[in-house]
C-alpha cells in the first residue's frame, strides 16, 4: 500500500482506559476519522448532504502492535485499497512517528435510504476516482 | 461455534449516529462487555484486580449484517475460539432476537506490566479452563 | 427529592480512563439511560417513534462526590424535579448501594422539528403526568 | 470573561446522534480537550508525569444555546474562572464562527493518589500562574 492520504491526530485523555492506554474500539474512530477527511479532501461530505446515499460498514478490522497513550501524535494514512460494483474498502495504517501502532481495514456498503430501511446500490462511478485522486493512488 | 454465553444489552441513545443506527465502534465496546461478562460468570476479573497480568488486543474484527437502532435489545453470544501459549481468541455472534445481526471474532495477548511497558507471557493455565466452562464449551 | 425511579448500571471497561476511574463525561450518559428507562417505564419513547417531537437539552450539571471503577454496580434514581410550559427539569442521585456518588440535573425543551430545524413547542400534556407517575411522585 | 485560550476543534461523525446533532454530553469532552490544549500551551501535562497529582472532576455543567452538526468548525474558548486552596474552576464558550453554541464551567480539585485512594491537596502555586498566563489572564 502506498501511503495514501494523512490525517493527524492527537490522543485525548477520555480516549484512555484504565490500563492507561487507548481504548481498542477508538481505533475505529480513529479510522473513520482518516476516511472522512480523505472525502473532504476529495471535496465530498459523507453525510449525504451533497449526495444523497449512506455508506454503512461491512467490515472492519485492526491488528493492534503497539500501545497509544495519552497525548500521542499519530498519522492515519489512508486509501482505497479494494473496489467493487457496490463497496469500497479502505486500508489504514497508524503510526507514532517512526513507530508502527497498528494496521486496518474498513469495507462500507453504498446504500439507498428510505427512512430506515436501506437498499444496496452502485457506487457512484466519480466517488471512487476522486477518492484515489486525493489519497494519491494512480486511476485504475 | 456453539452459542456460548450470551450477553444480553439494550442499544441506548448515545450509540446511535446521524444515520439513525449504531454507529460501527460501538459493536466492538459490545464485543467487549461480552467478554467480561463471561470472566465474571467464570469467576474471574479482567482488570487485574485478582490476577495481576492484562489482556491487550492483538486484533479485532466484526462483519455487519443487518444495522441495530435506539432500544433494540440484543444478545451477544461469546465462546473461547482459538488458544495459544500466549494469546486467547473469541468469536462473538450479535442476534436480535431471531435476526443475525453481526459476527466478530477479538484476539487478547496476555502481558505482564511494568508501569506503561509490557511483556507476553504465558497464558494461567486455568483461565482457559474457566473460560470455557462459563461458556458451556467443552474441556479440549 | 423523593427517590424517583431507580435505573441500575454496571460500570464498563471503556468507561474508565487512565486515572483509573470512570470518565466524567460518562456521568452525563448515565443520567440520559436512567431518564429513558423512566420514560420506558411510563410506556413512552423518546425518540419520536411514537410521539413526533424532540427533546434537546437546554443544561446539564453534576456533582461528583466519589469516583466510580470498573465493575461497580450503580443506582441511578431519576425524578420530574421541575416543569415548565415549554421544558422539563430532571434531577439524579447516584448512589453505589449505601455510598453517595454525586447528583446532577438535566433541564430538556420541546420541540417540533423541521429537518434540522428545532422549534419550541408545548410540552404534550400527558408526557409530564406519566413520568410523575412512573417516578412515584404525585401528580400536581 | 475574556476570550481566554482558544481551541479548535471540528466535529466528528461518531460524535452525532440519531437527532442528527452532536450528543449533548461530548460538549463536556470537548471542554475536556480545550483544558488540556490549555495546559500544553502552559507546558504542563495534567495527567501526573511531570506533576504527581491528579485532577478529578468536582463539577460540571453546560448550558446550551444552539446544536452542532457533523463537521462543523468550533472554538472553545478556556479560561481560569475561580480558585481555592484546593480547587480551580475552568469558564467556557463554544462558539461557531460568530454564533453561540454554549457555555459551561468545570471544577477540579487537586488530589495526591495514593494507588485508587485520593487525598484533597493544595494546588501547587505555579499551576494557576501558568494557566492563567497561557490563557491571557492577569496575574492576580
Redesign the interface.
Known amino acids: 500500500m502506498s501511503a495514501g492520504f494523512v490525517y493527524t491526530r492527537r490522543v485525548?485523555?477520555?480516549e484512555?482506559?484504565?490500563?492507561?492506554?487507548v481504548?481498542?474500539?477508538?481505533y475505529?474512530?480513529y479510522m473513520?476519522?482518516a476516511e472522512?477527511a480523505l472525502w473532504?479532501a476529495a471535496g465530498m461530505?459523507?453525510?449525504g448532504v451533497d449526495l444523497d446515499v449512506?455508506w454503512?460498514?461491512?467490515?472492519?478490522?485492526?491488528?493492534?502492535k503497539r500501545?497509544l497513550?495519552?497525548?500521542d501524535e499519530i498519522q492515519i494514512a489512508v486509501s482505497v485499497s479494494a473496489v467493487t460494483r457496490r463497496t469500497i474498502q479502505y486500508a489504514f495504517q497508524i503510526t507514532r512517528g517512526d513507530t508502527a501502532i497498528g494496521v486496518g481495514s474498513m469495507t462500507t456498503a453504498c446504500v439507498a435510504?428510505d427512512g430506515?430501511a436501506?437498499r444496496s446500490i452502485d457506487v457512484p462511478a466519480d466517488v471512487v476516482s476522486k477518492l484515489r485522486a486525493a489519497a494519491g493512488q494512480a486511476a485504475e
Open positions: 485525548v485523555f477520555y484512555t482506559d484504565l490500563a492507561g492506554v481504548h481498542f474500539s477508538n475505529f474512530r473513520e476519522e472522512h473532504r461530505r459523507i453525510d449512506g454503512p460498514r461491512v467490515s472492519a478490522t485492526f491488528d493492534y500501545p497513550q495519552y497525548e435510504r430506515v436501506m
